[in-house]
């Protein structure tokens, strides 16, 4: 099997094609210490590409509460227990096999298939809290303090992705412009390797149209330079999509770049499977760090920290400002004299908002209108 280039694993890996990395790569950062679950992506995605037959359970955009909901049920850890146990030092590559190194040898990649009732109930779990009974949790005798926090989850238009490595038919393709993994449906036979291959469980099967389907990563909407619709509807702001870099040509005025590599405060999710997904996450502070460091790899501790010290930092500040300030894709920003400002492909300034909002407290009686009002601290 050829051997690629994977820097989240800090590694060459096996991988059953030869690597090509795209001119730029599609990404998203989330900020999971502000997603309030509102599910407003979730419906953007749908009303705008899954409203037909044969989609009513098909979330190509999902919420899901951690550690106990999972859509489609228990995906990660039943691929996370078919992998076993995987040993990783921080700053060092992975000494674990990914789920192309683990696969049988008739295999492209270790899988399990969900079952039809496995994509049933898109909102299990919700809110369940991991800890005591008595202390407002539902589920009891489990080895966890009590915490939960919200995944937002789309397609990871992964760099080695198992859907496209998997596919009989030669269906599935990666996009040269930006890294967009699509199913050409003309050419998809609904065999559902694809389905079965994803460790996220983000291509989904049609019994309708008997294809299999997937996020398109808003392609029309890209290609126009505009962010995709579940991040233009996001009600926390707490996404923001771009082009992200391979870290040997990071640049620190890209926004993407900046989080993930030179802040080094957005991790990838499950990196140790072995994809290099292109959806990226600010840990949420309050969970246990065991569990971070599980779903964001070993550096997860020092993202967090890094995190909890941005106070001190007004160009992180500012750009955790522009995210959801714009509905179009910023290639580059500049924070400088208390404002933040994201530019287009061409240098032209598209927004600007100040790092920190000024403060308006009104009188509490207005004696021109004869009104007393409320100031909100
Ligand atoms: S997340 Fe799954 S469906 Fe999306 S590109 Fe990666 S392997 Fe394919
Ligand atoms: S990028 Fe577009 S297609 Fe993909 S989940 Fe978001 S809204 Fe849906
Ligand atoms: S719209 Fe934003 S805040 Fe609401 S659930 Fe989705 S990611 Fe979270």
Request: net charge neutral; charged share 25%.
């Amino acid at each position: 099997m050829p051997k690629v280039k994977n820097w989240q694993i800090g590694r060459e890996m096996e991988y059953p094609y030869e690597g090509q990395r795209p001119k730029r790569q599609w990404a998203i950062v989330f900020d999971l210490n502000k997603c309030i679950a509102c599910q407003t992506c979730t419906l953007a995605c749908k009303t705008t590409w899954t409203s037909g037959q044969g989609q009513e359970y098909m979330f190509w955009n999902n919420v899901e509460t951690k550690p106990y909901g999972g859509y489609p049920l228990g995906w990660d850890v039943r691929i996370l227990e078919k992998l076993g146990r995987q040993d990783w030092e921080k700053n060092a590559p992975l000494e674990g096999k990914t789920v192309f190194e683990a696969a049988a040898p008739t295999e492209r990649a270790l899988h399990f298939f969900p079952k039809d009732e496995d994509w049933m109930y898109p909102n299990n779990g919700e809110d369940d809290c991991a800890g005591r009974v008595e202390g407002g949790c539902h589920i009891k005798d489990l080895p966890h303090d009590r915490w939960f926090f919200y995944l937002p989850r789309t397609c990871a238009h992964c760099t080695y992705p198992a859907c496209l490595a998997a596919c009989p038919r030669k269906a599935i393709y990666k996009r040269a412009e930006d890294g967009i993994v699509l199913i050409d449906q003309s050419r998809c036979k609904g065999y559902g390797e694809c389905v079965r291959a994803c460790p996220y469980k983000k291509s989904m099967y049609n019994p309708a149209t008997r294809v299999s389907e997937k996020c398109v990563g808003c392609y029309p909407a890209v290609e126009q330079g505009l962010q995709p619709m579940c991040v233009q509807n996001c009600i926390g702001k707490i996404r923001i999509m771009g082009f992200i870099s391979p870290p040997w040509t990071a640049r620190a005025d890209n926004p993407v770049d900046y989080l993930v590599h030179k802040k080094g405060i957005a991790l990838p999710y499950y990196p140790q499977l072995g994809l290099e997904p292109n959806i990226y996450y600010i840990p949420p502070v309050h969970a246990p760090r065991e569990y971070l460091a599980q779903m964001f790899g070993p550096q997860a501790d020092d993202a967090v920290k890094r995190y909890l010290e941005l106070r001190q930092d007004p160009i992180a500040q500012g750009l955790l400002v522009l995210m959801g300030s714009t509905d179009c894709i910023l290639h580059s920003f500049k924070v400088a004299d208390g404002l933040a400002s994201g530019y287009d492909e061409k240098g032209g300034e598209i927004v600007q908002v100040p790092v920190v909002e000024p403060l308006h407290a009104r009188a509490a009686y207005d004696e021109k209108l004869a009104t007393v009002r409320t100031n909100t601290p």
